[in-house]
């Protein structure tokens, strides 16, 4: 597969086969990850893998109730407060596999490096045919004292990018693109 193939063919995929990932492809997955940029070469990750399914939807519910405790003070949450009481979603959509990448917060680019390394295990999960989403509903549990206590991560760091990975059940089709918005060309 062409780069430019797997940057225009993938897709969030939120719909997966009860397969699990094998563990020597998540470790490929992280070890090609980790060749993003990164700021002053700081490489300021680290990783945590979940493969316990009930441990995830215990997350998903802990994650709904407390986005729903805040949704009325965060306008743009509104548009899915009903996706969030609905008691048989799962924030993880039923993938086997959930990969969280920390960012080290002494480093002021960690924002940045981690989100470029997972883009680079988005990009080589598709390409291995593996489906993979950004689980934004998932950042501030997974900054949570506790998780960060039970996963073993230290205190400086951050979750950035918690994704998760599996094989699609189904083909996801073309998302059309806007246009980009060109300010200037000097």
Not at 8 to 30: A, M, Q
Not at 48 to 61: H, I, T
Not at 92 to 118: E, K, Q, R, W
Request: charged share 20%; hydrophobic share 40%; proline share 6%.
């Amino acid at each position: 597969m062409e780069l430019i193939e797997a940057i225009k063919g993938r897709r969030s995929v939120r719909f997966y086969e009860d397969l699990p990932v094998p563990r020597e492809t998540l470790e490929e997955l992280i070890s090609t990850g980790i060749y993003a940029p990164t700021g002053s070469n700081l490489q300021p990750w680290g990783f945590a893998v979940v493969e316990d399914k009930q441990l995830m939807q215990k997350w998903s519910d802990r994650a709904k109730e407390s986005m729903l405790g805040v949704i009325d003070e965060k306008p743009q949450l509104q548009r899915y407060k009903a996706l969030l009481q609905n008691k048989e979603f799962n924030i993880f959509h039923g993938a086997p596999c959930l990969l969280l990448i920390y960012g080290s917060i002494t480093s002021t680019n960690y924002i940045y490096d981690c989100s470029m390394v997972a883009q680079n295990i988005m990009l080589a999960a598709y390409e291995k045919g593996i489906g993979s989403c950004w689980i934004g509903f998932a950042t501030a549990l997974g900054n949570s004292p506790d998780i960060k206590e039970m996963l073993n991560v230290p205190g400086e760091y951050n979750l950035v990018a918690p994704l998760v990975l599996g094989y699609p059940r189904r083909k996801h089709a073309a998302v059309p693109r806007k246009e980009p918005v060109m300010f200037n060309w000097v």
